[in-house]
Structure formats: C-alpha cells, structure tokens
C-alpha cells in the first residue's frame, strides 16, 4: 500500500499545483492519463507527508473531504509505525483504503481478493488469518474505518522512531 497525497487541475490552472509544489517544497506535477488535459500534483514520499503534507492539513482543516483528510493520515502513520505487520492492523488499513472513492470500485482488485471471500469481508475477519497479504490501491478514495491503534497514538511515534 502506496497512500499518495493527489489534488487535480485542468491543464489551464497549472499555476496552482505549482504553487502547491513550491509551498510544500516537495512532490511532482504530471499528467493524469496520456492524453489527458487534467494534471496531478501529487506527494507520495512519507517523509514528506509525515513532516510537510499531514501537518499543513492538521493545522488547515480542509473544508472539504476532511473524512478522506483523516482516513489519509491514518493510514500515512499506520505504514510508518508498521501497524500492517499485525492482522488486524493490515485489515484496517485495507479497509479504510477500499472504503474511500466509491466504495473501492476504482480498485485494481476486489476488497474479497485482497481480504478474502466476500462473506468474511462482511463479517469483518480475514481468510487465512495468519496470512498477510500486500493490497495495491488505486485512487483517491475514503473513509472512516476503525484502525487498531488510535491515530493519535501513532502520531506520539517520534519522527526517529519511524525514519530512524
């Protein structure tokens, strides 16, 4: 699991995924698909979203999409202090993942895929619960899925505890 943080323009308001880059100092401005018209700035680096991205949003609550703020942040400090590595961990964080853009129907694979079959997706408890297995999400997508420590103790994980 990549999180990358992503906001989109027409090609015509490049000047403010510019500015985005300049303000953060960090990330990269590309085209969204091949042809298309729509660019993407986007910061997939956790460094910087740990240290840059995550903290200007918690300091300027987004007005809008401030569930997918949070869901976001939740998964950014989840990877950084290893919180995949336990099953339910790894399970929360798929969750939250596949509950953003559409419940999970822009995704490469279905959450069964990734989780198991669909009946264990509903009743909340993985197949094979001593398997861990890798998701690779697409899009830019939320939710408000409970992750097994709360946020604001993974953030009491120092920057050295996590890029240390």
């Not at 703020?69 to 596949?98: H, N, P």
Request: include cysteine; hydrophobic fraction near 40%.
């Amino acid at each position: 699991m990549t999180p990358v943080f992503q906001v989109y323009q027409h090609e015509a308001h490049r000047a403010v995924l510019e500015g985005l880059r300049n303000y953060f100092g960090c990330g990269w401005i590309r085209p969204k698909g091949g042809a298309s018209s729509v660019l993407t700035y986007g910061v997939q680096a956790r460094h910087d979203l740990i240290t840059t991205v995550i903290p200007f949003f918690e300091q300027h609550r987004p007005i809008v999409k401030a569930a997918a703020f949070d869901a976001f942040a939740t998964i950014v400090w989840s990877l950084a202090t290893k919180e995949y590595r336990r099953r339910e961990g790894f399970e929360s964080m798929v969750r939250l993942a596949y509950g953003m853009n559409a419940q999970g129907k822009q995704r490469a694979r279905p959450i069964e895929q990734i989780l198991g079959s669909s009946e264990t997706v509903r009743q909340g408890t993985p197949a094979n619960a001593g398997v861990m297995r890798q998701s690779d999400p697409r899009g830019d997508t939320w939710s408000s899925a409970e992750m097994s420590e709360p946020l604001e103790q993974l953030r009491q994980h120092s920057l050295a505890d996590v890029f240390g």
